[in-house]
């Protein structure tokens, strides 16, 4: 009677047995695990050399007011190049004149390069020679381009006062592009958009090119033209692609320098400054290195702040 109960029992419990793993299994574990930090530490070393270590003793250098003269002293001064930075009517100018620079660039590269990719999706003749002329820009040198870009919009008999004077007569006379702050601005976003677009074009080809072709038989099938199959097809399956192409457009809008020092130089009286020519005007112009390491985090701080907002939002948008 007791072991037919007993026999019940073990029947209705079922039995779990822990399986420990052996010696010899943990010692491959150990072995992997050390050969995949054998394989990590020369690149993090690396890294750490080239990046961390640069970027920590700038952090510090933003704390001083630094001198280069040997043996000059370089008081500690806590926050106040970033307070100085805060008030200064020319740094908060610069950051308004990247916010515009990125408010009208990275549209515009996202439209059109997006135009194109669809375009250059299709069965298009010649297909790969339009590729390789919208993405030549991107190659060419940023100091090449805006020298001719400098040129093209120049005061006298530029390209671009033909166009506006000449041939689409919007303007009585010649404009001095680089003698105002807005006619400045309006060519260097003129030049980042041209450059940027098949950089754009080239991301958004190849997650077009990744949507399955039976989704779009499929809304063909059900009657759907090719505006909506773009619209409920397409767009929805390179969300991930249009997140990592906005974010980074935007991080280098705030970035822009080149052409600002090559095309004005931040004038005329520093209205065309963006913080990095305003940080390198104060660094190796005015060898204020202090602050203008403040500047340079201060941008850092802004974009990463901008970047992480923009990613919470597209998450939280795919989600919904």
């Known amino acids: ?28 574990r150990r072995r992997g695990v050390f050969a995949a930090y054998a394989f990590v530490l020369p690149g993090f070393a690396l890294y750490a050399l080239v990046m961390l270590y640069p970027a920590v003793q ?15 002293v370089s008081p500690w001064v806590g926050i106040a190049n970033y307070t100085k930075a805060f008030g200064d009517p020319i740094f908060l100018n610069s950051l ?12 515009l590269q996202i439209v059109i390069g997006l135009g194109l990719a669809v375009l250059l999706d299709s069965k298009l003749p010649g297909r790969t ?26 005061s006298g008999d530029g390209a671009a006062n033909a166009v506006v004077v000449d041939l689409l007569h919007v303007v009585p006379n010649n ?30 080809l190849a997650a077009l090119t990744g949507v399955p072709k039976e989704l779009h038989e499929a809304a063909a099938i059900d009657g759907a033209g090719a505006f909506k199959r773009f619209q409920h097809v397409s767009l929805p399956s390179i969300r991930p692609a249009m997140t990592v192409v906005v974010i980074l457009l935007v991080i280098g809008g705030f970035n822009v320098f080149i052409s600002v020092f090559l095309m004005t130089g931040g004038g005329p009286d520093n209205q065309t400054q963006v913080p990095l020519t305003y940080m390198y005007d104060q660094a190796f112009k005015y060898y204020k290195f202090g602050y203008g390491s403040a500047i340079s985090f201060s941008l850092t701080a802004l974009v990463l702040v901008i970047s992480g907002i923009q990613y919470w939002w597209t998450r939280r948008s795919t989600r919904m």
């Open 1 to 28: 009677m007791v072991s037919t109960q007993l026999t019940a029992q073990l029947s209705a419990e079922p039995t779990t047995i822990s399986r420990r793993p052996s010696a010899a299994g943990r010692r491959r």
């Open 129 to 154: 020679a339009f590729r390789v002329l919208f993405y030549l820009p991107v190659v060419t040198s940023w100091v090449v381009v805006s020298l001719l870009f400098q040129y093209m919009f120049s």
């Open 58 to 72: 700038t952090l510090l250098l933003s704390m001083r007011d630094w001198h280069i003269a040997p043996g000059a």
């Open 175 to 204: 404009v001095a592009w680089f003698q105002g702050r807005w006619t400045a601005i309006a060519a260097i976003c003129i030049l980042g958009t041209w450059k940027g677009i098949g950089w754009s074009m080239l991301i958004f």
């Open 96 to 107: 308004l004149n990247s916010a515009v620079y990125t408010a009208v660039t990275v549209p």
